[in-house]
């Protein structure tokens, strides 16, 4: 257990729809990462966020969007869904002073737009 | 723009064989290259890792080796068990080590 919570675990829904998911980081953890794997694009990062504010973006669409709160929490927004957005959403934390390179990744959030 | 290429995508080898899966980047200003385990149904973990300035490391049966002039480091897994049967991915960061781009990944199949 890598100490980082998302909810929901699966989430079907339709195209047009707007979703809302969530990442809980480890205790003490104030950097956030959200990333998306699909089976034909690996991880690829969207945005991460340190104590509150956004400090690295990636590849994330404008119909998607982020933020952490003030208890750390973070969720991910994405909005006007088509059918290529199905895929594993995984959200990361990583400590002020630990490994480099060392995100603990959460179990992800499977995402099926029908 | 895939700035880490990993190969194979997929390995299939016997228990007790050597597994090899070998990764490529193209920015230079890459300083930190960690290699993530992923087991179905959970999310990748640390492996192992190593900077540039040694050109290989050990941890038990998993070693990585590094070659700057070439740009290129590979993930051996010696004696491999069925235990190890994943996908890993190879990974690079250039600022600190925290955003990491990531190699497309490696299924590997060990056969008991």
């Known amino acids: 257990d890598s100490g980082v919570t998302q909810t929901p675990k699966h989430l079907i829904t339709a195209t047009g729809q707007r979703v809302t998911l969530r990442c809980s980081p480890r205790s003490g953890d104030l950097s956030v990462y959200w990333y998306q794997q699909s089976l034909d694009q690996g991880l690829q990062f969207l945005i991460q966020y340190y104590n509150g504010e956004e400090r690295a973006k990636g590849n994330i669409l404008e119909r998607f969007s982020a933020q952490q709160f003030p208890d750390l929490h973070s969720e991910l927004n994405l909005s006007s869904l088509e059918l290529g957005d199905s895929a594993l959403y995984f959200c990361?934390?990583?400590?002020?002073?630990?490994?480099?390179?060392?995100?603990?990744f959460g179990e992800g959030s499977r995402l099926t737009v029908l | 723009q895939q700035q880490v290429k990993q190969s194979p995508q997929s390995l299939i080898v016997q228990k007790g064989g050597i597994s090899i899966i070998n990764c490529a980047y193209e920015n230079t200003a890459f300083d930190y290259f960690p290699w993530y385990q992923q087991f179905p149904g959970k999310g990748p973990a640390l492996l192992i890792a190593i900077r540039p300035d040694v050109s290989e490391k050990k941890e038990g049966r998993f070693t990585i080796s590094f070659n700057k002039s070439a740009k290129q480091f590979s993930l051996h897994i010696m004696d491999s068990q069925p235990g190890d049967s994943a996908t890993y991915f190879c990974a690079a960061s250039d600022n600190a080590g925290n955003m990491l781009t990531f190699g497309g990944g490696t299924r590997l199949m060990v056969k008991p």
């Open positions: 990361a934390s990583s400590p002020e002073a630990g490994v480099p390179g060392e995100l603990f």
